[in-house]
């Protein structure tokens, strides 16, 4: 198992930017799936939306029909930090956003409960 360690998030009005950050370290595989999931109000992670994905052996990546054209995810050439580059976001957008990822897999994995490990997790809040 590995530890994901995030960064980024906080606060901004509609229409604005933010970015988030993922360190991944103790995998032994770079086939991995490396997954955004926002954690509505009042619900478990686990029941949360992947909004954003990436299977790190190839880079081919998922968004949701929500933020798709608005947020972007990528990885470094090390494959040991995947970014979310969140734009034009709106205030439905607001959440805890987790990063999270999975092994033994060879796409990206779009439902949050066969994620693994898990990120701290951080707030995203959208209002003005």
Do not use: H
């Not at 955004?36 to 109000?41: D, E, L, N």
């Not at 979310?84 to 060879?106: H, I, K, R, W």
């Amino acid at each position: 198992r590995g530890r994901l360690v995030q960064s980024g998030g906080g606060s901004v009005q509609p229409g604005g930017s933010l970015p988030l950050s993922c360190l991944a370290s103790g995998y032994t595989t770079d086939s991995r799936s490396m997954g955004w999931i926002r954690r509505a109000p009042g619900k478990e992670r686990e029941l949360g939306e992947v909004v954003a994905a990436i299977f790190t052996a190839t880079g081919s990546y998922y968004y949701s029909k929500s933020v798709e054209g608005r947020f972007t995810v990528s990885q470094d050439n090390g494959k040991n930090m995947v970014f979310l580059q969140m734009n034009n976001l709106q205030p439905e957008d607001s959440g805890v956003y987790y990063c999270a990822a999975v092994t033994g897999v060879q796409w990206t994995v779009r439902a949050p409960i066969e994620y693994d490990d898990w990120g701290q997790g951080t707030q995203v809040t959208v209002s003005s």
